[in-house]
């Protein structure tokens, strides 16, 4: 075991747009000797790039880039166990990667920096992994986070709602287990990381959705309004984007009416125009 402690900043750059930098982040960014930047290959490039701009805008004196190739993972559609081992295993060898580059790349007194994209809180990897590396007894590693504007944030303010109606909870899920949840009918629910448009198989005519891509970025979308009248559109809009990027980001929430009315619905995407 390492005797020496390696300090991390984990830092939430929000979820798309450079001006979602908190001051608090501008200043820690400052603050780091090294950053370390996790490629997601080729088609992803511009998640990358975004990066490299905020440092160059805000680090300050001498500093280091450290690129680290992320490990890929089996992301087909599988039951709950096999999908929990494979992002265990995937877990576990990006864990390994991390260990070795704040080994090899720091030296006594340094500070490195992880820039993680949204909020470190929130269907993020990097809190988990530094916390095993540390479990471990391989490498000591103080941790210090700074909370980022989060996709669930970004999406509710460019849609203008509230993200919860008075008095009633909400839930926050991964797409694959959306159908357990069910429509929740004393709540709404924000659902993320929806690679099969798990949307398509809520029913009801109460049911609302805010759905958003690529937020904060030049290139966001917007779409909202009854479920079974513009789900179709986000279909047409998600396939039309993944071809022109070649991946796809996005969340939405799914709100069911409360008697009171109909919800606000957003007529455009972040360029002006409608979207749905």
């Known amino acids: 075991m390492s005797t020496q402690q390696r300090a991390i900043l ?36 511009s998640l990358t790039d975004l990066r490299h701009r905020m440092i160059e805008e805000h680090a300050e004196g001498s500093y280091r ?11 087909g559609a599988m039951g709950r166990s ?27 007194g340094e500070t490195g920096a992880f820039l993680v994209w949204g909020d470190p809180s929130l269907y993020d990897s990097t809190l988990g992994i530094l916390g095993d590396i540390e479990d471990r007894g ?32 909400v839930h926050i899920t991964p797409a694959r287990r959306l159908a357990e949840v069910g429509q ?16 398509t198989q809520v029913e009801g005519d109460d049911v609302w959705i805010y759905w958003g891509a690529y937020l904060g970025t030049p290139d966001e979308l917007l779409v909202a309004g009854p479920l079974h009248e513009v789900s179709d559109r986000i279909r ?12 796809i980001m996005d969340t939405y929430l799914l709100r069911i009416a409360d008697g009171r009315g109909s919800p606000r619905r957003t007529e455009t995407d972040g360029s002006g125009r409608n979207a749905s």
Not at 184 to 199: K, P, R, T
């Open 236 to 247: 047409q809009v998600r396939a039309e984007a993944r071809e022109r990027h070649g991946w």
């Open 65 to 75: 880039l450290v690129e680290v190739e992320d490990p890929s993972r089996d992301r």
């Open 138 to 169: 391989a490498l000591r590693v103080g941790v210090e986070v700074i909370p980022g504007i989060t996709s669930v944030a970004s999406l509710t303010a460019r849609h203008r709602i509230p993200l919860n109606q008075v008095g009633r909870p």
């Open 82 to 108: 096999d999908y929990t081992a494979a992002v265990q295993d995937w877990r576990e060898r990006r864990g390994e990667i991390f260990e070795r580059a704040m080994r090899e790349e720091m030296t006594a």
């Open 10 to 45: 984990v830092i939430g750059i929000g979820a798309g747009d450079p001006d979602h930098l908190t001051l608090q982040a501008v200043k820690a960014i400052r603050r780091a000797d090294v950053f370390f930047i996790v490629g997601k290959g080729p088609h992803k490039a």
């Open 184 to 199: 929740n009918d004393d709540g709404d629910i924000v659902v993320m990381l929806d690679a099969h448009e798990s949307f």
